[in-house]
């Protein structure tokens, strides 16, 4: 069985701020690990991903996040938010390997950039 | 490429009443999914399919029904729609390509059950 669980559902930040969103996983074997990005009435799109190698991950926009096996976690982080960042986010894990593998998503966060 | 595309964006139905959103991907991917979110619980997927003729049930299936009858397309139907499928639903699909593993997701069809 496989879980996700992302502290706090609204996260706000200032402009120029660190962005931080966390996300805890619980596997029975080593997952894979992605951050999805949800903008206003749009679909999710993928942020980064974690399946094997090196543990900390680039995405897109400048995010990055990296796999903490012994703290079972894959937190989000930015240096510096941008007022386009404000969405929500979903962090997600499945089991490796090919065919098809069951994605569990978490309940996600919104974040909200403040000027 | 168009990529993911999900037909109608907005749907209102009466309690009773039957629909089918249709999803269609330009890829080629092998993998395709339905999800439903709902505030505050994320996605919970409905139903999938590993491959073109072929359906299995998800999280919540109760209530809905699908077919592959082409490799591009995943249909969703509600036989008789409850105001409990209030909803914005979403198509996805993936493939083993590349070692992707990665989702691609349509825009979302919010429907409406009064």
């Known amino acids: 069985a496989q879980s996700v669980t992302q502290l706090g559902s609204h996260v706000s930040v200032s402009e120029g701020a660190l962005v931080l969103l966390r996300c805890n996983y619980s596997s029975s074997v080593p997952p894979y690990l992605f951050w999805y990005v949800q903008y206003p009435n749009q679909g999710l799109q993928l942020l980064l991903k974690?399946?094997?190698?090196?543990?900390l991950v680039k995405g897109i926009n400048g995010f990055e996040a990296e796999f903490k096996k012994s703290e079972t976690s894959f937190h989000l982080t930015k240096p510096s938010a941008h007022m386009s960042d404000a969405a929500e986010y979903f962090c997600a894990v499945s089991p490796p390997g090919r065919g098809y593998q069951k994605v569990t998503f978490g309940t996600g966060t919104k974040l909200q950039v403040i000027p | 490429n168009a990529g993911v595309t999900q037909t109608p964006k907005f749907r209102v139905l009466k309690t009773g009443q039957s629909m089918t959103l249709l999803c269609a991907q330009d890829?080629?991917?092998?993998?395709m999914y339905w999800y439903r979110q709902d505030p505050g619980m994320g996605l919970r997927l409905i139903h999938y399919?590993?491959?073109?003729?072929?359906?299995a049930k998800g999280e919540v299936p109760d209530g809905y029904n699908v077919s592959r009858l082409k490799k591009q397309n995943f249909l969703l139907g509600l036989e008789s729609a409850a105001p409990s499928q209030t909803s914005v639903y979403f198509c996805?699909?993936?493939?083993?390509?590349?070692?992707?593993?990665?989702?691609?997701f349509g825009p979302g069809t919010r429907l409406t059950v009064t």
């Open positions: 974690y399946t094997t190698g090196a543990t």
């Open positions: 996805a699909s993936s493939s083993d390509r590349g070692r992707s593993y990665e989702q691609y």
């Open positions: 890829m080629n991917h092998e993998y």
């Open positions: 399919s590993v491959g073109e003729g072929t359906t």
